[in-house]
């Protein structure tokens, strides 16, 4: 069963970037797709990128197209989300998951396995 680690979170300031990685530990992430998701106290969890199990699919929530980037390395069984010209809007838990898919998906009960978040506040 995989475990992820989420790591990289952070405060910084209205424009500001951070990278964010999703460790896996106990399998190995070239099995699957993964994604990122964020969720604020009393909120729904919102997508925010996911990548196909090859990396060659990538899909962004239309709020960070452009400024966050997802890639993976499965040689160091982590993904990573590069997030850039961070905006007040962006605070979250950012959550890693896993999916037993061969293709990426927007929808958080299709994957598998889930970090425990990583804290992203950004100041004004």
């Known amino acids: 069963q995989v475990q992820l680690v989420e790591s990289g979170g952070g405060l910084v300031q209205t424009g500001g970037s951070l990278r964010l990685s999703c460790t896996a530990s106990?399998?190995?992430?070239?099995?699957?797709?993964m994604g990122w998701f964020r969720q604020a106290p009393g909120k729904e969890r919102d997508f925010v990128a996911a990548?196909?199990?090859?990396?060659?699919?990538?899909k962004y929530a239309d709020s960070v197209k452009g400024r966050f980037t997802i890639s993976r390395d499965d040689a160091k069984n982590t993904v990573y989300l590069q997030l850039n010209s961070l905006k007040p809007e962006d605070t979250d838990v950012y959550y890693c998951?896993?999916?037993?898919?061969?293709?990426?998906?927007?929808?958080?009960?299709?994957?598998?396995?889930w970090g425990q978040g990583t804290q992203v506040t950004v100041s004004s």
């Open positions: 998951a896993a999916g037993d898919l061969l293709y990426y998906t927007t929808i958080d009960r299709d994957y598998d396995y």
């Open positions: 106990k399998g190995a992430t070239s099995r699957y797709a």
């Open positions: 990548i196909s199990r090859d990396g060659g699919s990538l």
